[in-house]
């Protein structure tokens, strides 16, 4: 047999095309010549024929790769997933490393895709918008039942593929146990993290409760380390987070690490995997594992998973994460229903849109809450919904009391729900207006909005006044319409417009002032700027009690003239620093003519479709 082998391994025309048949009939040649036939009679003729077929199936295979597979190279770009999540926040320039790392290696270009949530990267998992990513382990769990997305290599981190989740307060809370928690306040991660969510949930569900009847409130932070900076913080009573974010958060001496402790640890569980998308190529999918898998024989590499806390990667089987199969198919047959929370009559429900992200939200906005339930005496809860629309319906409703609104919010709601604006804020300028402006990193071409054609531009959500009303007319006047840009997209937040610019992933995009103006030592520009808008108002909904409005409407405008109000009032977002004063609708007649005005002054549909 060794013979055969070496004369296939001997057969250059093999890997040039050389029909298959013409290989088999030599290779018969070659065996009527071999010494095979000499050896002794007790060889079998059936050994022999399944040796032959062995050696023709072979042969098949082999005549039937191209004449280049041997120097087969893969086809760029390369896309490569991160999910803002599992990144503490100085580790983003570690996944780039490794990005960078993998290109090199593969000599093709490789991109480093991030999502802020699970659920945006599955979504470019499933469509083979990426072709690997790093993800969590319940998502992977849920992908791989879903579509199919296949395990590539885990990392070993402490001597374990395998983590757990932790239960944190803060390191002067007298809470000892998740028991504890009870009527507090938590923050999950992500409704899709296996340690920010999925045990946890089990943990209650296991105790018979859910989330929303165990937790006074909870809120979603998106990222591991946001939440033990809510915790440090003390806006939030407890979280779960993932144990390497905290190590690793821990080992890099964070201080918001210093203000918690860890009251609980779960089992362990799979550790998070890089996977691959089912449309990859087999090629570019061993070619990918085997750069991983040997990263960390190469001092380049073993510097990047150094600087990570990583010791290799490699091969780990799917059964590693039938323990996270087994919480997720007892939460399915969970026989005690989630009761949907419903509004406590005496509570009066606080509404904020979302323009930051809830940390930066609850940051800004929860010091406002505890002074307004120390100076009317009511009980007040902040609310945060995850789109301008939910905020809106929610105050039509009634789920939501009062709100926080942007002028072409507050005219939505007014419009659908008779929602009416009872003051509007001062900004740290002393002004009752504020601006949109168009952005640009430093350094960059575009110097005017004209500079946009065939651009890439980066909207805030689609609600929004300053992030993409106003930005949309302020390119219509430099004559750019959505056409002549050579993409554009929305994102939920103002902060991660910014983003992106700075990265270089859009040429330009657009934001409320006061976003970019913190940013400007970082290398941003403002490109144009709108002219003015009136400030957000403070608007009550069709079914909030007169007295109650009454109380809010007296503590808000009182706030700036005492100094406790003024203390509170500086912690809070720019836009309302000054105070507040009286609003009326004709306040907003301007936007509100804008918006109905869009078919004539644009046409091409490009705005929010409502008539206000």
């Known amino acids: 047999m060794r013979l055969f082998t070496m004369h296939l391994a001997e057969r250059p025309d093999l890997r040039s095309g050389m029909k298959a048949r013409n290989v088999i009939n030599q290779i018969f040649l070659t065996l009527a010549s071999s010494d095979l036939w000499s050896e002794s009679l007790t060889v079998k003729r059936s050994h022999f024929l399944r040796t032959l077929l062995s050696i023709a199936v072979l042969v098949i295979l082999c005549a039937s790769i191209p004449s280049k597979a041997v120097a087969q190279n893969i086809m760029g770009p390369v896309r490569i997933g991160v999910a803002s999540m599992i990144t503490p926040v100085d580790a983003v320039k570690y996944y780039q490393d490794i990005v960078d790392y993998i290109s090199e290696k593969l000599s093709v270009p490789v991109e480093m895709v991030q999502r802020r949530t699970y659920d945006e990267m599955d979504k470019m998992l499933e469509k083979g918008e990426v072709d690997a990513a790093f993800i ?65 949930e089990y943990k209650l569900a296991k105790s018979g409760y859910t989330p929303e009847e165990y937790f006074k409130k909870y809120i979603y932070s998106y990222s591991h380390n946001k939440s033990v900076e809510l915790v440090a913080k003390r806006v939030v009573d407890g979280a779960a987070v993932e144990s390497l974010v905290y190590e690793y958060m821990k080992k890099k001496g964070s201080p918001y690490v210093m203000e918690t402790k860890v009251i609980e640890e779960s089992p362990e569980f799979a550790i998070p995997p890089v996977v691959v998308s089912t449309g990859i190529s087999i090629f570019k999918k061993e070619k990918l594992r085997e750069v991983l898998l040997n990263m960390h024989r190469d001092p380049q590499g073993r510097r990047i998973l150094d600087a990570m806390l990583i010791e ?17 198919a007892f939460l399915a047959t969970f026989k005690k229903p989630a009761k949907k929370k419903t509004r406590d009559a ?45 905020t809106v319906n929610a105050l039509g409703h009634g789920d939501i009391d009062i709100a926080l609104l942007g002028p072409l919010t507050y005219l939505e709601a007014h419009a659908k729900f008779g929602a009416t604006c009872i003051l509007r804020s001062i900004t740290d300028k002393n002004e009752s207006f504020y601006r949109s402006v168009i952005i640009a990193r430093k350094g960059s071409d575009v110097k005017k909005p004209a500079d946009l054609k065939d651009k890439k531009f980066a909207f805030a959500s689609l609600k929004s006044t300053s992030g993409n009303l106003i930005p949309r007319y302020l390119l219509a006047e430099a004559g750019i319409h959505l056409r002549e840009l050579r993409s554009y997209k929305n994102f939920d937040y103002h902060d991660s417009v910014v ?114």
């Open 312 to 328: 290799h990667f490699e091969k780990v089987p799917d059964s590693n994460y039938d323990s996270i199969r087994d919480m997720e």
């Open 499 to 612: 983003k992106w610019v700075l990265k270089g992933e859009y040429d330009a995009g657009a934001v409320r002032e006061t976003v970019a103006e913190k940013y400007l030592p970082l290398g941003l520009r403002i490109v144009a700027s709108s002219s003015a808008i009136p400030t957000g108002p403070v608007v009550v909904g069709p079914r909030t009690p007169y007295v109650v409005v009454e109380k809010l409407r007296r503590s808000l405008l009182n706030m700036n003239k005492s100094k406790k109000g003024r203390a509170v009032l500086k912690k809070a977002d720019r836009e309302i620093q000054g105070g507040f004063i009286k609003a009326t609708d004709s306040d907003y007649a301007g936007v509100r003519r804008m918006i109905n005005d869009v078919p004539k002054t644009c046409g091409a549909g490009c705005h929010p479709k409502i008539k206000l």
């Open 136 to 200: 969590c382990s319940a998502p992977y769990v849920k992908d791989r039942r879903k579509f199919g997305v296949e395990l590539l290599v885990a990392p070993r981190v402490d001597g374990s593929v395998f983590y757990r989740s932790y239960i944190i307060v803060h390191k002067d809370s007298n809470i000892k146990t998740l028991a504890d928690l009870k009527g507090r306040t938590f923050a999950f991660t992500d409704p899709k993290s296996n340690s920010g969510k999925l045990y946890p």
């Open 346 to 390: 005496k509570t009066v429900y606080f509404g904020v849109i979302p323009r930051d992200n809830p940390r930066i939200a609850y940051e800004k906005y929860q010091p406002l809450i505890d002074y307004l339930i120390e100076d009317t005496g009511l009980d007040i809860e902040l609310v945060l919904k995850r789109s301008y629309e939910e």
